[in-house]
């Protein structure tokens, strides 16, 4: 049986509880942030620039070993730029977060982190090369006489060979042959590497030796990523895990291959969370402290709880089935954009797939009580319609619309025809998009056609 999005499954009011009652929300996302901080990086890039050309003078580069070696710093100089920048960004900084989204600053992150190894690896070259012909000796040996007998150059090649490992194990291809926690501990040790980078530097590097003001910019830049690194990656989770002490209340099965779990804490009110956010999740068990796994608020907290609702795709998510009450919980973030805050007018529609609707059904909590609201879920069938029927009395509470699209995606498509049909006025809403991610690029790529502007769909991806 199929059920196309061209009549609502519920619209009569019916006014069976009270909205939530007032809690903490998160700061809204300001572009601004974005902008600044996108100057200051600029701003950085212009002033690590110059300080390699200004260390270089016309006689050092008046033979082609001079200007390989001259060149070779200046590109030294800008893949540890490159790569303060990229650490930064996937350093999860709260105002950077919300106003860009963690999908697509690791998405820079991504593309970015290519250019620093790039950079390091021609400034390995170009300096060994350089080296080589201003001596008169063969590269190798040259290479390894920087290794070797140059002060802190064994440090600067326990970095580089770190630096590298990370960035291989970036790969897809490369990164699907790790567990995530290997390919995580792996990553951890990048930090290490960038603190020999930066000794190195600081000693040896021409643009530094004898110019105090260079070096005390360049301290400054790198002390502040490194604040920001141990604030928001390390010393605020371990606050709020250790303020609000969350724990494991219940755990509730929704469907064969659904768990709800149930969490409890102190003062959850107070957690600077909303619909539609994430946590990384790290249940305090034996053999899964070390793991932290992403996901959304099925249920925004609401007294001394909350609760995720997770399916069954892999080892960690099939574990919580079991999970004892009374677990303790370790979390980081809130993070995410993906918010009721985010919409641009009161008239919304949400649509969801799978267990995608979870952070839909927090969401719809979190709008406006004089929104008008509509909601459409897709699934193969209605027992794939994950918390169907609490969105229904939400849906109904509120007296909104919903629709259950129910059937196979070969002969039950979602396409701009038929979501015209079911909203003619859709073009007018903001459209909130959450489930597998081939999914929402479509269904994206409908609304898009259907009329919605742009700036008007909102989606995350989790594929990080």
Known sequence: M??????PTATAPARTRPPLPPRRLPRRGRPIVADVLAALAGLGLGITLALG?????LHSVATLPGLLTAVGRVTGLLASYAMLVTVALSARIGPLERAIGQDRLI????????????LLLAHVVLITVGYAG???????????????????????????????????????????????????????????????????????????????LATIWWTTIWLALLAAVLWWRFLLPVVRS????IRVADVVRESPDVVSVVLEGRRLDRLPVAGGQFFQWRFLTKGAWWEAHPFSLSHVPHGDRMRITVKDLGDHSRELAGMRAGTPVFIEGPYGRFTADAALNPKV??????????????????????????VL?????????????EIADEVRRRGGRLWEVLGPRATVRLNATTLRKAL??????????????????LVAAECRRAGVPEARIHLESFVL
């Open 53 to 57: 050309i200004s260390a270089q003078s």
């Open 377 to 389: 879920l897709r699934g193969r069938s209605r027992e794939d319609l994950v918390l169907r029927d």
């Open 134 to 212: 201003l001596e008169g000796t063969g590269v190798l040996h040259q290479l390894w006489l920087l290794v070797l007998t140059y002060p802190g150059m064994l440090g600067a090649a326990v970095a580089t060979a770190l630096l590298f490992l990370a960035g291989v194990t970036s790969y897809e291809r490369a990164r699907r042959r790790f567990r995530y926690e290997t390919w995580w501990t792996i990553h951890l040790y990048t930090y290490l590497a960038l603190l020999f980078a930066f000794a190195h530097q600081v000693d040896d590097g021409a643009s530094f030796v004898e110019h105090p």
């Open 349 to 374: 529609v949400l649509i969801g797939a799978g267990v995608g609707v979870t952070p839909l059904r927090s969401i719809l909590q979190d709008l406006d009580e004089h929104a008008d609201v509509a």
């Open 424 to 441: 003619p006025d859709i073009h007018e809403r903001d459209v909130f998009l959450c489930g597998p991610e081939e999914f929402t690029q």
């Open 2 to 7: 199929t059920t196309t999005p061209s009549a």
């Open 107 to 118: 998405r820079w992150h991504r593309r970015l982190g290519p250019w620093g190894l790039y």
């Open 242 to 245: 250790l303020r609000h002490r």
